[in-house]
């Protein structure tokens, strides 16, 4: 099939090719009813059901391909996204936005040192050798840290000229930082750096790198996002329309019991359920039946609860899909 001349009317939708987060956006697509076959070695799937073309692009390249208007819609990580904005001219408008916080491929860019080494604070990095993947994230947050040392200094200064010592600032040396694609956290021991800024999710690579965390640059977590100006803006709010339902049935059950009238407002209070819950009433004098959405990792907690207040018939239901409003 001529892929090219078939993407002509449809929104093109950018997904991480591999990674970690890889994965979880295939499921989340097909939760999503997002119907599609990939073709070995073919970066570009055609979405049967929708007017869609998949895209499959390394993450760190999708907040470009968004923002530069290539595709209308993409999966990605925070850390990639800023990772953008932070090498995106001061003076150039970013053409990204955050369509939806998407709870999965939760991970932090830190700042390392050797656990064993003498640094304990990310001011001792200052002027030092720093490698990382995230080049412009590492740079902006080492250029705030001079400009704090330099007003440290300067106010140090002041206090010196303001009574009988007459010192004078030292100049910051600049932070070299340098760019590594892979096995960032090897460059301690390599002796290719004094520090490294890279993500951990569990902190397992880190410490068996012999490597600790003195600071967090940055907070991450896979995320929908969208170009600005996309002319596809309906087919957009069906796609986030559709993702904020899966991600929603994935996090909630549906709790049903029954319970007397007269218990019924503590009940309430245990499972207020999304907006309230919803109350029916049973062919039994003074006995109701509550349905209610409830978080997953409180439910068996939230059951506990009924229990004592004399709920009976307790019900936790799975839910596949939803929409919520």
């Known amino acids: 099939m001529d892929l090219v001349n078939h993407l002509e009317g449809r929104l093109l ?25 990939r073709e070995t070695r073919l970066d570009i799937a055609l979405v049967k059901n929708l007017d869609i ?77 720093v490698v990382t993947s995230f080049t412009g994230l590492t740079e902006q947050y080492f250029a705030r840290l001079e400009k704090e040392v330099q007003k440290e200094q300067k106010s140090l200064q002041n206090g010196y000229t303001n009574g009988t010592n007459d010192s004078q600032t030292d100049e910051i040396e600049k932070t070299k930082i340098k760019f590594v694609g892979g096995s960032v956290e090897a460059a301690c021991a390599l002796g290719v750096a004094h520090g490294i800024v890279d993500l951990v999710e569990s902190g397992e690579t880190m410490k068996a790198a012999g490597l600790k965390a003195i600071d967090t640059v940055i907070t991450s977590t896979a995320v929908l996002i969208k170009n600005k100006n996309s002319k596809n803006q309906e087919m957009i709010d069906l796609i986030a329309s559709r993702i904020s339902g899966v991600i929603t049935a994935q996090k909630y059950v549906l709790c049903q019991y029954n319970i007397a009238r007269t218990s019924l407002e503590t009940a309430k209070n245990i499972t207020p359920g999304m907006r309230a819950p919803t109350i029916t009433a049973l062919d039994m004098q003074g006995w109701v039946a509550v349905s209610s959405m409830v978080e997953k990792k409180h439910i068996a907690n939230k059951m506990d609860q009924l229990t004592k207040v004399g709920a009976t018939d307790i019900l936790v239901i799975a839910i596949a899909n939803s929409r919520t409003g």
């Not at 991480?16 to 076959?37: C, E, H, N, V, Y």
């Not at 053409?95 to 050797?114: A, H, I, M």
């Open 53 to 129: 073309a998949l895209v499959f692009l390394p993450a760190a390249d999708i907040p470009t391909f968004v923002g530069e208007g290539s595709v209308d819609l993409g999966i990605t990580g925070r850390d990639q996204v800023a990772e953008h904005e932070a090498n995106s001219p001061s003076t150039e408008h970013s053409g990204v936005e955050e369509v939806l916080d998407l709870g999965f491929g939760k991970c932090s860019l830190k700042v390392q040192v050797p656990e064993k080494g003498s640094i304990t604070h990310p001011k001792e990095l200052l002027g030092k050798n």
């Open 13 to 37: 939708f950018a997904v991480p090719k591999k990674g970690r987060l890889q994965q979880a956006t295939l499921d989340l697509l097909s939760g999503s009813d997002i119907q599609f076959r």
